[in-house]
């Protein structure tokens, strides 16, 4: 069992940075590949990008490449997601999620956090 707590969210200007973290409880977390995923406002939940047990892999979707990364610190049983040169578009409900594969898909994860809210003003 994994239980997974977003935080970080916030109010942000265009172009500004933000990082979110998502910190898991239970033993076993370096045994999840963990996904980001987030939700539009008015649009269905998407992928966002996912990292590899070990933190080496990483893949993004393409409206975020190049603009956020994801990073994990399996001492600490967190990932990160660090957000630069947002856009008002990025405006949604973050929310991370744990796998023991390594997918895209929503499907593919077992455990979800509640979700942290980022607000990108113009």
């Known amino acids: 069992q994994v239980q997974l707590v977003e935080s970080g969210g916030g109010l942000v200007q265009a172009g500004g940075p933000l990082r979110l973290s998502c910190a898991a409880s239970?033993?076993?977390?370096?045994?999840?590949?963990m996904g980001w995923f987030r939700q539009c406002p008015g649009k269905e939940r998407e992928f966002v990008g996912a990292?590899?047990?070990?933190?080496?892999?990483?893949y993004y979707a393409d409206s975020v490449k190049g603009r956020f990364t994801i990073s994990r610190d399996n001492t600490k049983k967190t990932v990160y997601l660090e957000l630069n040169s947002l856009k008002p578009e990025d405006t949604a409900v973050y929310f991370c999620?744990?796998?023991?594969?390594?997918?895209?898909?929503?499907?593919?994860?077992?455990?979800w956090g509640q979700g942290t809210q980022v607000t990108v003003s113009s």
């Open positions: 999620a744990a796998s023991r594969q390594f997918p895209s898909a929503q499907t593919g994860y077992d455990y």
């Open positions: 239970g033993r076993t977390f370096s045994m999840y590949a």
């Open positions: 990292i590899s047990w070990t933190g080496r892999g990483t």
